[in-house]
């Protein structure tokens, strides 16, 4: 059975720094691309960040730039996201799915709330 | 980037009624197409693959159609538990984006 289940999240004040995990089963990680995708309270879907299975290729929405680092460790079978710099505006669930063309599993979400 | 331009953003209908969703594309997108289903608290589904592919599982009653810039999402008879938002979502190598969604009520 594929697992996705995310961790790391809490509250945090505005500038602070939180890394979020999502750990991976049930599935050959190492073959696929993987994705965060967030949803601020009462909002729409959002999506954040995506890594190639390799690394190789990473690519981030416009909002978080210069703030949020994606990664892997194929190893752990797990991806993460180091979110810096943060703001109220990126309060929100974070959900990892798992990525291509296509998200046939997501995690159950972890919530991020950035306020002083 | 490229936007994707969801309507409407609401929806009420009566149970057996026919419901369609539409999502346009800024620009050309194939069939890198997908539709989810949202119920509060919870994660999203997929529904449909590449613009009309069914997902495993999900009943027959939900289809798409479409290519290019322009797609629908239907319901052919709307049950109770259908009470969702619903998203579609746009893949283009590893870079995506979603409607502004559907948030599809009981009338």
């Known amino acids: 059975e594929v697992q996705l289940v995310e961790s790391g999240g809490g509250l945090v004040k505005p500038g602070g720094s939180l890394r979020l995990s999502c750990a991976a089963s049930?599935?050959?990680?190492?073959?696929?691309?993987m994705n965060w995708v967030r949803q601020a309270p009462g909002k729409g879907l959002e999506w954040v960040s995506s890594?190639?299975?390799?690394?190789?290729?990473?690519y981030n929405a416009d909002s978080v730039k210069g703030r949020f680092t994606i990664s892997r460790d194929n190893a752990k079978n797990s991806l993460y996201l180091q979110m810096n710099s943060l703001r109220a505006e990126d309060t929100a669930v974070y959900y990892c799915?798992?990525?291509?063309?296509?998200?046939?599993?997501w995690g159950q979400g972890t919530l991020v709330t950035v306020s002083s | 980037d490229i936007q994707m331009t969801q309507s409407p953003s609401s929806l009420s209908a009566c149970v057996g009624d026919r419901v369609t969703i539409t999502c346009q594309a800024s620009?050309?997108?194939?069939?890198?197409l997908n539709w989810y289903q949202q119920k509060p608290g919870k994660a999203p589904k997929l529904l449909i693959y590449d613009a009309s592919k069914l997902e495993t599982g999900v009943p027959s009653r939900f289809s798409g159609s479409g290519s290019g810039t322009d797609f629908t999402f239907t319901i052919s008879s709307l049950q109770p538990e259908d009470i969702a938002t619903y998203y579609c979502?746009?893949?283009?190598?590893?870079?995506?984006?979603f409607g502004q969604g559907t948030k599809l009520e009981i009338k």
């Open positions: 890594i190639s299975s390799s690394s190789t290729y990473i």
């Open positions: 979502q746009q893949y283009d190598n590893l870079l995506y984006s």
């Open positions: 799915a798992r990525g291509g063309s296509y998200s046939n599993y």
């Open positions: 049930g599935f050959t990680f190492s073959t696929y691309s």
């Open positions: 620009q050309d997108i194939s069939n890198y």
